[in-house]
Nanobody
Framework: LQVVESGGGSVQPGGSLRVSCAAP????????VSWFRQAPGKEREGIAC????????YYADSVKGRFTISRDSTKNAVWLQMNNLQPEDTGIYYC??????????????WGQGTQVTVSS
């Protein structure tokens, strides 16, 4: 089982992108879903999370106020809306899902990632 990311791409600084996380084989509603990113030469960073229990959301300071994580139960997906993107947001964005009760950034399933490039 795995999650599948899509929606990455290239954008100029100040632009927006929305990436999605889908789960073809299970229901994301029952999972805490986290987004990570890994920039070239840097360690992987947890940047956003939505809990399974009460749909609380959490953000890293580096993206707070610019990124929004949300669920779309009709599509069995979790979105990450990214606004005011900057070159330091460049990296591979990964989605991860942890079954009910898992804390943010703790996961059972991991995706292949989608590339986000911010450049002028």
């Amino acid at each position: 089982l795995q999650v599948v990311e899509s929606g990455g791409g290239s954008v100029q600084p100040g632009g927006s992108l929305r990436v999605s996380c889908a789960a073809p084989e299970f229901t994301l509603h029952y999972y805490t879903v986290s987004w990570f990113r890994q920039a070239p030469g840097k360690e992987r960073e947890g940047i956003a999370c939505v809990s399974s229990s009460d749909t609380s959301t959490y953000y890293a300071d580096s993206v707070k106020g610019r990124f929004t994580i949300s669920r779309d139960s009709t599509k069995n997906a979790v979105w990450l809306q990214m606004n005011n993107l900057q070159p330091e947001d460049t990296g591979i964005y990964y989605c991860a899902a942890g079954f009910m009760g898992k804390k943010c950034y703790d996961y059972d399933y991991w995706g292949q990632g989608t590339q986000v490039t911010v450049s002028s």
